[in-house]
């Protein structure tokens, strides 16, 4: 199910509002979310939903962790081809991957209470020495992937915008205004301050939930609940010879199988 709504689609002369939550996650790994009703958005059925509304002027409302670095790009492509003018708007956080989405617009909008945060891509790997030196090559190019997008947007160096990824950059609506990721902030005329302001946002990365093991771990720990009975003799569902079981044990084969083999795509923790 989309986890993006757009309105004012009917009328022919509106423009079209919708809004981008939850994780943002690959097509392949799109039925999960579907199935446990956690929202998401997958690059394909975004594809889908805006080649119905060409030539129409849209505003992207943006409140997301982050996620599927690969994804987020098949999103930031689609909205770069819309044939409309492009406005995104954060109104709560674009984080990481989300922050990539967000530079494919026209006009970027923060509200003031919003949060921008860039950072270099994360992954996971298992295997030899030959195969920990290559995932690090694959991040390193993965890294040149998402400078672009920023590049674009900001026209900063790529020296610079480097190192706001080592750093992990969190930007208020002034801040990402003043190095050129964001274009203005709603509901306020911003006048430019005298003096810098010190930047003093901190945010631990133990508090941000947008990793992949995280998610598969909610899944299968809250599945784990619906097998228990309170006292009661196990039942076919909790000695594992039903169809949900066998269909849990295929979802956590995948899971382990898509951590071995991909960098797969926690542009964030």
Known sequence: MPFWSFK??????QDVELRIEGEIVSD???????????????????REALAEHKGKNITVWIDSWGGDVFA????????????????AKIDGKAVSAASVIAMAA???????ASILMIHNPWSSASGEAKDMRHTADVLDE????????????TSLSRNKISRLMDEETWMSARKAMADGFADG?????VVPDEEPVQNSYSFSRL?????????????????QKLQTTNGAAPTPEQTGDSPANSRMLTIQQRVSLREKVHVHGRYTR
């Open 8 to 13: 004012n689609a009917a009328e022919p002369d």
């Open 28 to 46: 392949d790994d799109a039925w999960i979310y579907e199935w446990f009703g956690i929202p998401a958005a997958t690059p394909n059925a975004f």
């Open 72 to 87: 987020a790009a098949g999103i930031y492509n689609a909205m770069k081809e819309h044939k409309g003018k492009v406005t």
């Open 106 to 112: 026209d006009e970027v909008l923060m509200s003031p």
């Open 142 to 153: 993965v890294k040149e992937t998402i400078i672009n997008a920023y590049q674009t947007k």
């Open 185 to 189: 902030m709603l509901y306020a005329q």
């Open 207 to 223: 508090a941000i939930v947008n990793s992949a093991n995280t998610a598969m771990q909610r899944f299968f720990e809250q599945w």
